[in-house]
C-alpha cells in the first residue's frame, strides 16, 4: 500500500522558513517524480515545485529564489524548504508522486504565514 506521509508545516511569522517533509512508502520511490501542491481556502489547488527522477527541479514563478525542492532516494523522502515566507503562502501543501499512470497523494499539511 503506497503512503505518502507530509510533516513539518505550521504557524510562522512573515519571512520566516519552513521545512516540509513527505515520507514514501510502498512503492520504488526513485522512480517518481515527486512534485508539491498547494491549496489555499476557496482556491484551486496549484503546483509550487517538482523534482524528477534524475533531481532535475521546477518552480513556479511565485516560488522561485524562495523555495527548495530536494529529495533523499536512501529515506524514500521528497523537501521543500521554504524561506521568506510571505501571508499569500498560507495553505494546505500536499504531496504528489507520479509515474507513468500511477498517481497518488498524501494528506497534506498546513501552512499559516502570520503575525
Known amino acids: 500500500q503506497v503512503q505518502l506521509v507530509e510533516s513539518g508545516g505550521g504557524l510562522v511569522q512573515p519571512g520566516g522558513s519552513l521545512r516540509l517533509s513527505c515520507a514514501a512508502s510502498?512503492?520504488?520511490?526513485?522512480?517518481?517524480?515527486m512534485n508539491w501542491y498547494r491549496q489555499a481556502p476557496g482556491k484551486r489547488r496549484e503546483l509550487v515545485a517538482g523534482?524528477?527522477?534524475?533531481?532535475?527541479?521546477n518552480y513556479v514563478d511565485f516560488v522561485k529564489g524562495r523555495f527548495t525542492i530536494s529529495r533523499d532516494n536512501t529515506k524514500n523522502t521528497v523537501y521543500l524548504q521554504m524561506n521568506s515566507l510571505k501571508p499569500d503562502d498560507t495553505a494546505v501543501y500536499y504531496c504528489?508522486?507520479?509515474?507513468?499512470?500511477?498517481?497518488?497523494w498524501g494528506q497534506g499539511t498546513q501552512v499559516t504565514v502570520s503575525s
Open positions: 504528489n508522486a507520479i509515474w507513468l499512470t500511477f498517481d497518488y
Open positions: 510502498g512503492m520504488p520511490f526513485s522512480i517518481y517524480a
Open positions: 523534482i524528477n527522477s534524475s533531481g532535475t527541479t
